[in-house]
């Protein structure tokens, strides 16, 4: 192990509750000092303060990530009065390269009752050399306080840490970004790593790959433990108004890191057209004052209990697009109050996403997506690709209609997966109209397109009509018309 820097986090919480949740009653007026990490339901470090009722603290723990490690070391003193020192060691094998803070002391008092050391990894690890670190509890200031946890299996008062296949991933954040396609124009994006990294294994001349599309230049801004941000700048003029232009970023896999969740970086310029912003069709299907606002579908699929292509109803969660103030489709949402222009919020009058509300692990069913495939994963790092933003583009009649007009799906590349692992990039499209069909009442008519070689064998298509209501007009069937069969992922 390399040298012990001096860092103590200050961190202060009574954890009397978490004390009696692990197996403690009986013993509350017993002073003792031990290692408190716990883990969740994937086996994954509780990071405190965060504490989960009932989890248990763990005298064995494996670490598959390049995280720091964060573990706490808890004291039960019922009478504390004065600062309470303890001492700890720790014996690490497989010559790994950490650096552990603090170095051997930690301390307590009464607005401090959890203390934490750090475990830093330093270079990639050797699995064949079985390599562990042990923490023991060795003496303390006050004779009062017992190591460990009395009359109890597991005293806690030490700690194997194994080290296991850190399985290391990357993806970007976003799919898709937009820009007004200037010469010397600069937009930034993320690479994020969840299961963080060794920089000096991230050559950004390596990592990706340009499929198509203008010129422009990728330079490293800054970097976090799981995220790093480049800047692009752009290298040619693209002020065209009426043609679109797209560049296209894939990640490249390696050895040291697996590709997982968004897999493809789409750079647009769009087709520029004359609209009146105050038409806002967009904002006819969200309502940000209910969360739970949805946009209701019906896409004709197949349906192997019945052998035969039929509606499949459906609803996916829409919320609006949120632009800058210059942006020639801003439309003002709200100025929150107040006569300060910068923290007004914008949304793009003739488009709308589709997302899912409180729960940013969680995907929604756009395009009635999840119904196209068998096995799929609905979680959002898994499968980001059911959460669509921006989805829908409005352009009215002759830009100023505020009852109908044609849509387009937006173009790009999105990512689903499987529940076992498998990642797909698929790539969208589509158009169609939309008008008003009663008052208050708007029904988009579409062609859906996705594009992969191995799940469709090219491009297939698919038939929808979308309403910004739960009530609308029951569809008749179709005929001769596009039908597509789920695949298994």
């Not at 330093?122 to 009359?151: C, H």
């Not at 799919?175 to 993320?190: A, C, H, L, P, S």
């Not at 996916?316 to 103030?325: E, G, K, L, T």
């Not at 090219?458 to 069969?485: A, K, W």
């Amino acid at each position: 192990m390399q040298g012990i820097k001096t860092s103590i986090c200050l961190l202060a919480l009574v954890l009397v509750s978490c004390f009696q949740d692990d197996d403690t009653a009986g013993i509350n007026d017993v002073s003792f000092v031990r290692f408190f990490l716990t883990t969740d339901a994937n086996g994954d470090a509780i990071e405190y303060p965060v504490v989960i009722t009932g989890a248990q603290a763990v005298t064995n723990f494996t670490k598959d990530n390049v995280l720091e490690l964060k573990i706490p070391v808890a004291l039960s003193y019922p009478m504390l009065d004065d600062e309470v020192t303890v001492t700890f060691a720790v014996e690490g094998q497989g010559d790994l390269d950490v650096t552990i803070n603090p170095e051997n002391t930690i301390t307590f008092n009464q607005s401090r009752v959890v203390d934490t050391i750090f475990v830093t990894i330093n270079e990639r690890w050797d699995l064949e050399k079985a390599p562990q670190l042990t923490f023991e509890l060795l003496s303390v200031s006050d004779p009062i306080v017992s190591l460990g946890m009395p009359d109890n299996n597991a005293s806690n008062s030490s700690l194997i840490v194994g080290f296991g296949d850190p399985a290391l991933q990357y993806g970007f954040a976003t799919n898709r970004i937009e820009i007004d396609g200037t010469i010397g124009e600069k937009i930034t994006f993320d690479v994020v790593l969840p299961q963080g990294y060794f920089p000096e294994e991230i050559h950004d001349d390596e990592i990706f790959n340009l499929t198509s599309g203008f010129e422009f230049a990728i330079d490293r801004l800054s970097q976090t433990p799981t995220k790093i941000t480049y800047q692009v700048t752009i290298s040619e003029d693209l002020q065209n108004d009426f043609l679109p232009f797209v560049s296209t970023l894939q990640l490249v896999e390696s050895e040291d890191y697996q590709i997982a969740g968004i897999t493809f970086l789409q750079i647009v310029k769009p087709v520029k057209t004359v609209r009146d912003v105050s038409t806002n069709p967009a904002a006819h299907f969200y309502n940000l004052d209910d969360e739970f606002h949805r946009t209701y579908g019906e896409n004709w699929l197949y349906n192997s209990t019945r052998d035969q292509c039929e509606w499949s109803t459906f609803f996916a969660f829409s919320f609006p697009v949120v632009v800058d103030s210059e942006d020639e489709n801003a439309v003002l949402y709200d100025d929150l109050g107040n006569d300060d222009p910068s923290d007004d919020i914008y949304h793009h009058a003739f488009k709308i996403g589709f997302d899912t509300p409180v729960n940013p692990d969680l995907t929604t069913n756009s395009f009635n997506l999840k119904r196209w495939f068998n096995n799929e994963s609905s979680r959002s790092e898994n499968s980001p690709g059911f959460n669509i933003n921006p989805a829908i583009e409005f352009f009215p009649e002759n830009g100023t209609s505020t009852t109908n007009g044609t849509v387009l799906v937006e173009q790009q590349i999105i990512a689903i997966g499987s529940t076992d692992g498998n990642s797909y990039a698929i790539e969208i499209s589509g158009e169609g109209t939309y008008r008003e069909t009663e008052p208050g009442l708007f029904e988009i008519s579409l062609t859906f397109n996705a594009k992969n070689e191995e799940l469709f064998g090219g491009t297939v298509s698919s038939e929808y009509l979308m309403y910004n209501q739960i009530n609308y007009p029951e569809p008749l069937p179709l005929t001769n018309s596009n039908c597509v069969t789920p695949v298994d992922l």
